[in-house]
């Protein structure tokens, strides 16, 4: 048996509820404080979108891809089926990163004028970043005329582009709280100390807490996993499960 510094059952149940505080948190802030997204347009659309971006970016974009990672930690059957539900909720969270920052971009200033800030210029590294991922992920693991050596080849470096955007994608996250209570509490429209501020301080704490969570569970080894065994043909060691 293969001894583990964390459980795994317990790793699993903290993504969990940091994740569950972290949605909490982010709805919270979007719906009770939403006179804070009110856009300089004074439109109701755009004061939609400007509460549907904090939601779709940190449920819809960090919450589902951090499930996704998780995928091959606690869901049972065959590889296939983790790998097609990992696929799945990747896509979800793709499609919402890329709605959540249209909904930034889709005014009438446009996108140039959006595009000043290191929070801007990180969110569409990283949606793009993503979306390169999620092809090469289709292409490399999914379609079934790619040849098993391609795949073992590709693995390392899609493991850590995986983990790289996701922590690249909680990073944009938090310079863009960073920015909003910034620019809110010089403009004089929330105090330094008031539940405002301790909500969005909360959110951060809890994306960070999140994020090394799911990183750790993916990169522990896991509880149980096969033994490999050696063997020696054709002047090679190969092994196999």
Same mark, same amino acid.
């Not at 951090?66 to 990672?69: D, F, P, Q």
């Not at 969270?93 to 990163?97: I, K, V």
């Not at 020696?232 to 090679?236: E, F, G």
């Given at each position: 048996m293969v001894s583990v510094p964390f459980s795994s059952l317990f790793l699993q149940v903290s993504a969990r509820l940091s994740a569950c505080i !972290? /949605?909490?948190?982010? *709805?919270?802030? /979007?719906?009770? @404080?939403? =006179?804070? @997204?009110?856009p300089r347009s004074s439109s109701q659309e755009d004061l939609i979108y400007a509460i549907l971006h904090p939601l779709l970016m940190v449920i819809g974009f960090i919450l589902v891809s &951090?499930? +996704?990672?998780l995928v091959h930690r606690w869901l049972p059957g065959s590889r296939n089926l983790k790998k097609s539900v990992h696929l799945c909720l990747q896509g979800l +969270?793709?499609?919402?990163?890329v709605f959540g920052i249209w909904t930034k971009f889709h005014s009438q200033e446009g996108i140039v004028a959006n595009f000043y800030s290191l929070h801007s210029w990180m969110g569409l590294i990283c949606i793009t970043l993503f979306g390169a991922q999620w092809l090469l992920g289709f292409l490399n693991f999914w379609h079934k005329g790619e040849v098993r050596t391609t795949r073992v080849? *590709?693995?390392p470096w899609h493991v850590f582009l995986g983990l790289y955007t996701y922590a690249l /994608? !909680? *990073? =944009?996250a938090e310079t863009g709280l960073l920015e909003k209570l910034t620019f809110l509490q010089t403009r004089g429209d929330v105090l330094r100390r008031c539940t405002e501020s301790m909500v969005v301080n909360g959110l951060g704490l809890g994306l960070a807490?999140?994020?090394? $969570? !799911? $990183?750790? /569970?993916? !990169?522990?080894?896991?509880? &149980? +996993?096969?033994? @490999?065994?050696?063997m020696? =043909?054709?002047?090679?060691w190969l092994s196999s499960q």
């Open positions: !972290v /949605a909490l948190l982010v *709805v919270i802030w /979007a719906l009770y @404080f939403k =006179t804070s @997204f009110i &951090g499930e +996704a990672i +969270a793709l499609g919402s990163g080849r *590709v693995l /994608a !909680v *990073v =944009t807490l999140l994020s090394g $969570i !799911v $990183i750790l /569970a993916a !990169v522990s080894p896991k509880h &149980g +996993a096969p033994h @490999f065994k050696m020696y =043909t054709n002047n090679k």
